[in-house]
Nanobody, 128 residues
Framework: QAQLAESGGGSVQAGGSLRLSCAAS????????MGWFRQSPGKEREGVAYLAYIDSFSETTYADSVKGRFSISKDNAKNTLYLEMTSLKPEDTAMYYCATMRVVLSLQCARDNEYTDWGQGTQVTVSS
């Protein structure tokens, strides 16, 4: 099983930026998804951004709520997943998690309940 550890969360004012990191070990070298998710009190878990590696291709997908503001990327040499967040809004306040799973098709990355390995999360708080 993969081991994931998030970091980089904190408190910022609206309009600010944060860079979240997810240090990973034991992640598949191909045919896998990694994703960032968030959850706040009283709300269901939401998929924020996904990164798929299928054969020789990679794809990224974003939730409508973060398109144009967030960017997911991976440093394969460091085996670290990142989430660059800009123009943060109070509604972005949540616990952010990274996760991974083996897949065949990139569209499987959006199947949140099928992710097999999760980090413990890092808190992001955005004040107005």
């Amino acid at each position: 099983q993969a081991q994931l550890a998030e970091s980089g969360g904190g408190s910022v004012q609206a309009g600010g930026s944060l860079r979240l990191s997810c240090a990973a070990s034991g992640v598949a070298s191909s045919n896998y998804c990694m994703g960032w998710f968030r959850q706040s009190p009283g709300k269901e878990r939401e998929g924020v951004a996904y990164l798929a590696y299928i054969d020789s291709f990679s794809e990224t997908t974003y939730a409508d709520s973060v398109k144009g503001r967030f960017s997911i990327s991976k440093d394969n040499a460091k085996n670290t997943l990142y989430l660059e967040m800009t123009s943060l809004k109070p509604e972005d306040t949540a616990m952010y998690y990274c996760a991974t799973m083996r897949v065949v098709l990139s569209l499987q990355c959006a199947r949140d309940n099928e992710y097999t390995d999760w980090g413990q999360g890092t808190q992001v708080t955005v004040s107005s």
